[in-house]
């Protein structure tokens, strides 16, 4: 039988690594994943912000709501690597 791995394990396991977090509007961020909760709330450290129009934006530290999360993608480094 295949091992199960449930999404807050798998989150869990990310705490300390780069993860790429895709919300459901028109913003994306990547960051060192320092914490989260039952609902998906985060905080991320050494944050880019990406949005739509291709503007970015550097921060030291952000929480998001999880609500307002869409796609997680532990070890990703964001759309312009993507698009590479």
């Keep these: 039988m295949a091992s199960q791995l449930l999404p807050l394990e798998l989150i869990d396991k990310c705490v300390g690594s780069r993860i790429w977090v895709v919300m459901k509007?028109?913003?994306?961020?990547?960051?060192?994943?320092?914490g989260f909760d039952d609902y998906v709330n985060m905080v991320l450290e050494d944050v880019v912000e990406y949005d739509y129009s291709g503007n970015q934006t550097k921060l030291k530290k952000i929480l998001l709501n999880g609500n307002n999360v869409c796609m997680l993608i532990p070890g990703g480094e964001g759309p312009l690597a993507a698009a590479a």
């Design 25 to 34: 509007g028109d913003h994306e961020f990547t960051g060192t994943l320092v």
